[in-house]
């Protein structure tokens, strides 16, 4: 796979991107190509690993998970040890749906869900427990106003 992506591999992406269940017949048609070569560059996109992966988006409240909300960490330690454990912890916290890493004054930033009041405030009393953890700021989202895939193409 080059290094740089030509117009024809940013439509395929673009495409996928706003639905990646199409079939390759389909994108083919949508960029202005046959099946057939569209296919290698898909595959080529995936083995260069710019194509990292297909999921589903699904409605959370409709799974029974009435609270979206982003915790704000400050952890008191900076230690790598420190952060691969929070990291770690992090990973496998399945109401944890985002962990990332900042600069400046916030650690980390959580995107999260619980499906009532009392499970946000219980997943928050248990993010405060946690080994290193100096603060934690809370907002629970109210609506959702956007939600693009994270590469403008």
């Not at 992406?13 to 706003?18: F, I, P």
């Not at 952890?75 to 916290?93: H, I, K, P, T, Y």
């Not at 009041?117 to 989202?141: C, D, G, K």
């Amino acid at each position: 796979m080059p290094t740089r992506l030509d117009d024809i591999d940013l439509k395929i992406l673009r495409e996928l991107q706003a639905d990646g269940r199409m079939t390759n017949v389909e994108l083919a048609r949508r960029v202005g190509m046959s099946a057939p070569p569209c296919l290698r560059r898909v595959r080529a996109l995936e083995e260069a690993g710019i194509i990292q992966g297909y999921r589903a988006l699904v409605d959370e409240e409709a799974l029974g998970f009435e609270i979206v909300f982003f915790a704000f960490v400050h952890l008191s330690s900076q230690a790598e040890a420190d952060l691969v454990g929070f990291q770690a912890r992090m990973r496998d916290w399945p109401a944890v749906r985002e962990c990332w890493t900042l600069s400046g004054d916030i650690d980390f930033m959580l995107k999260c869900v619980a499906p009532d009041l009392r499970a946000f405030q219980a997943l928050v009393a248990e993010l405060t427990a946690l080994p290193h953890v100096r603060t934690i700021r809370t907002a629970v989202a109210l609506d959702k106003v956007k939600d693009e895939p994270i590469a403008p193409i």
